[in-house]
T-cell receptor, first 109, second 114 residues
Framework: SQQGEEDPQALSIQEGENATMNCSYK?????LQWYRQNSGRGLVHLIL?????REKHSGRLRVTLDTSKKSSSLLITASRAADTASYFC?????????FGAGTRLTVKP | NAGVTQTPKFQVLKTGQSMTLQCAQD?????MYWYRQDPGMGLRLIYY???????DKGEVPNGYNVSRLNKREFSLRLESAAPSQTSVYFC?????????????FGDGTRLSIL
């Protein structure tokens, strides 16, 4: 069963705009991870945020975690056409990582 | 840096045929995983191996077997393929034996069963 659920399912923006994706989960976690998947490729790990952290940055990526609301968001600033991909959150439940169904991001040049 | 290599990339099978999907990693990672990815769903864990010689069932193990041949290689076998096993299969690895650490993925095997 899926643990994290992303919202929206699909997002289309213009190059230069910011993109925000959300992830909700149901049980307590130790960490939450975000991955990117380009079409026809495997997942690539982007960032890990621990349950005692509220915000984390990596380049143009900003991840927040609100454990009281059991939710996380991924913000991509100044998006580029190369950011077009599917983005997945994954949470650890019983030790295994559980992946959501993903948000499909399209960045138009 | 090859990372995680999966073979084959594509395969078409008939119902009832058997097949082994191969996976190898060159990062000296301890843990290896097999997932399947179906449209509209997240990845689902089939089997996991924390170290050479050990394997554990994941969320959807029925119809599959695995072998951790050595630290580098982790294979997935379908003994009698069924149309419900049509999917994209991903192998992944992570550095430690803990299953909630960042994972490195191969580019997948696209398997169709007719």
């Amino acid at each position: 069963s899926q643990q994290g659920e992303e919202d929206p399912q699909a997002l289309s923006i213009q190059e230069g705009e910011n993109a925000t994706m959300n992830c909700s989960y149901k049980t307590s976690i130790n960490n939450l991870q975000w991955y990117r998947q380009n079409s026809g490729r495997g997942l690539v790990h982007l960032i890990l945020i621990r349950s005692n952290e509220r915000e984390k940055h990596s380049g143009r990526l900003r991840v927040t975690l609100d454990t009281s609301k059991k939710s996380s968001s991924l913000l991509i600033t100044a998006s580029r056409a190369a950011d077009t991909a599917s983005y997945f959150c994954a949470t650890d439940e019983g030790g295994d990582m559980r992946f959501g169904a993903g948000t499909r991001l399209t960045v138009k040049p | 840096n090859a990372g995680v290599t999966q073979t084959p990339k594509f395969q078409v099978l008939k119902t009832g045929q058997s097949m082994t999907l191969q996976c190898a990693q060159d990062m000296n990672h301890n843990s290896m995983y097999w997932y399947r990815q179906d449209p509209g769903m997240g990845l689902r864990l089939i089997y996991y191996s924390a170290s050479e010689g050990t394997t554990d069932k994941g969320e959807v193990p029925n119809g599959y077997n695995v072998s951790r041949l050595n630290k580098r290689e982790f294979s997935l076998r379908l003994e009698s393929a069924a149309p419900s096993q049509t999917s994209v299969y991903f192998c992944a690895s992570s550095e430690t034996g803990r299953r909630n650490q960042p994972q490195h993925f191969g580019d997948g095997t696209r398997l169709s069963i007719l």
